[in-house]
């Protein structure tokens, strides 16, 4: 486990930035697979990547220095590295929701539509990416004696907050949620019933995995004396069912009214 690749010269390759890249073009293929037949062009998808790409590393970091502003505001500078760690995916999902909503309906687009297309390779992004994130030694669990625990290299997140103690490889146990709520959102995929029923379950199964593994990280951002992402998850997840049901009962209406 080797946060850094290789080196030219001054520059590090990190196996971070190697499994968030491979993230985001497995993201990509899933989506554009899933998107044939539809209005949404490889073309287009491919340009939506990379204004999402950029607003997703705005929306995480963004996310990550206001909810732990005591930790920058020595040295504001600070709030630039992301390469040290410090990256929510929570942040960059906020963001490319808002910004694929203005980017789509400005073409006359369904942003239902484009979000079903999406969610599946989203998850398949962050199972990738979390596997990047065990290598660089942030998101990292809580001290266990279990024979899975992880020591993490010197020079990580995980290693200068527990230096040589064995940790959860939380990274690593969401990387596994996120594939099998990969499975569970492609299977919907082609029997949803309404348009936003796939990114609905997204953000359900997400926040309520998300929710959960909070109780095994030590690396959380807090609000008050609570974790800022299971107040997050539970408000997303009541927020997203809430819709999902809203959503059944207009479409059962919809359908009882055809019939008559």
Not at 86 to 107: D, E, M, P, T
Not at 191 to 201: I, N
Not at 247 to 255: I, L
């Amino acid at each position: 486990m080797h946060p850094i690749l290789f080196t030219i010269g001054n520059f590090e390759v990190r196996v971070w930035g190697i499994f968030v890249a491979l993230g985001v073009l497995a993201g990509l293929w899933l989506a554009v697979r899933l998107a044939q037949g539809s209005e949404f062009t490889a073309e287009m998808l491919q340009e939506y990547v990379i204004y999402g790409v950029l607003a997703g590393f705005l929306g995480a970091r963004a996310w990550e220095v206001v909810f732990s502003w005591g930790n920058y505001a020595a040295d504001p500078l600070q709030a630039l590295m992301f390469w040290q760690g410090g990256l929510s995916i929570q942040g960059a999902v906020v963001a490319n929701v808002l910004l694929a909503w203005w980017y789509f309906g400005r073409k006359k687009l369904s942003f239902r539509r484009f979000a079903d297309i999406a969610a599946p390779g989203l998850i398949l992004g962050q199972a990738i990416g979390r596997i990047g994130s065990f290598f660089n030694g942030d998101a990292y669990g809580k001290p266990t004696d279990a024979w899975y625990g992880v020591i993490y290299q010197p020079g990580t997140p995980a290693f200068h907050a527990w230096g040589a103690t064995p940790l959860v490889p939380a990274e690593l146990m969401e990387a596994g949620l996120d594939f099998v709520i990969l499975a569970v959102l492609l299977r919907l995929f082609r029997r949803k019933q309404f348009d936003g029923q796939v990114a609905l379950a997204y953000f359900v199964l997400y926040s309520l995995a998300r929710f959960g593994l909070e109780f095994l990280r030590t690396d959380s951002l807090m609000i008050g004396g609570f974790k800022a992402a299971q107040l997050t998850a539970l408000l997303t997840t009541m927020v997203a069912a809430g819709f999902w049901l809203w959503q059944m009962r207009q479409t059962r209406q919809a359908a009882a009214t055809r019939r008559l």
